[in-house]
């Protein structure tokens, strides 16, 4: 049973940072391109970065050179590291293999306020 695992959410000031994990288990990990998604009220849940089971990164043009995406296939986790902070950043986070399948996890909560 594939299940997911986010966390490292919170609130932080605009220009601030988050570390975002997310530990995957019941899914083959290091064979599956991973990715984060995120959904503001009343928008669609989102692809913002991906990483494929070599490495390669890739991302929104919304977040480009502010998130990094990495994994850890021996931990099977995946990080988002997520600098200079918008208020626009925020949303709920999730992460999913790419293409994404269901279940999707609970998520974690980002909220970029003063």
């Known amino acids: 049973q594939v299940q997911l695992v986010e966390s490292g959410g919170g609130l932080v000031q605009p220009g601030g940072s988050l570390r975002l994990s997310c530990a995957a288990s019941g899914i083959i990990f290091r064979f599956n391109a991973m990715g984060w998604y995120r959904q503001a009220p009343g928008t669609q849940r989102e692809l913002v970065a991906s990483?494929?089971?070599?490495?390669?990164?890739n991302y929104a043009d919304s977040v480009k050179g502010r998130f990094t995406v990495s994994r850890d296939n021996a931990k099977n986790t995946v990080y988002l590291q997520m600098n200079g902070l918008k208020a626009e950043d925020t949303a709920i986070y999730y992460c999913?293999?790419?293409?994404?399948?269901?279940?999707w996890g609970q998520g974690t909560q980002v909220t970029v306020s003063s």
């Open positions: 999913n293999s790419v293409p994404f399948y269901p279940p």
């Open positions: 990483i494929t089971t070599g490495g390669s990164t």
